[in-house]
């Protein structure tokens, strides 16, 4: 079994943030610089899917994701906040990590997969703790690449 989606170890990333629109652009010029990818079209489909309601997942977490063109498999961007953020999260709870997802547009199947293994990674508190007191990006990709293998063999 290969992976869900690729994660490129230069979208794995610290980073300093106030608010939850600026996480969402930091976020989409991420993508758009590592994937090669259209940022308007990044942030628009990223905003899009936000209007419909929070990808704040609980306990710390985000997974804003979204469905657009231009695609041909899911990537994936991992930041880790300096600070927790407001990410109007159902729990209420600050963010501190944040996990985005794009896929292919007709990706349906694929999308919910990918979205159901970043959702079980993220749930896991061991993985949260580790993940946040990891000292840089460098060990942040190590963590995540580590299960993410593991969990596709």
Do not use: W
């Not at 419909?52 to 231009?70: E, K």
């Amino acid at each position: 079994m290969t992976a869900l989606f690729t994660l490129d170890q230069q979208a794995v990333r610290v980073v300093r943030a106030d608010t939850k629109q600026q996480i969402l652009s930091d976020l989409s010029r991420c993508f758009a610089e590592v994937y090669a990818l259209d940022p308007d079209m990044v942030i628009e489909g990223i905003d899009e899917r936000e209007r419909l309601g929070s990808t704040g997942f609980g306990r710390g977490v985000a997974i804003p994701h979204a469905r657009i063109d231009g695609l041909e498999r899911p990537v994936a961007v991992f930041f880790r906040l300096e600070n927790p953020v407001d990410f109007a999260s159902a729990d209420g709870m600050p963010v501190d990590c944040v996990f985005g997802l794009l896929s292919p547009s007709q990706a349906g199947a694929t999308h919910l997969q990918a979205l159901a293994a970043i959702s079980r990674l993220m749930r896991d508190e061991k993985m949260h703790d580790r993940l946040v007191s990891a000292p840089g990006a460098d060990a942040l990709y190590g963590l995540l690449v580590n299960v993410l293998d593991r969990d596709a063999a």
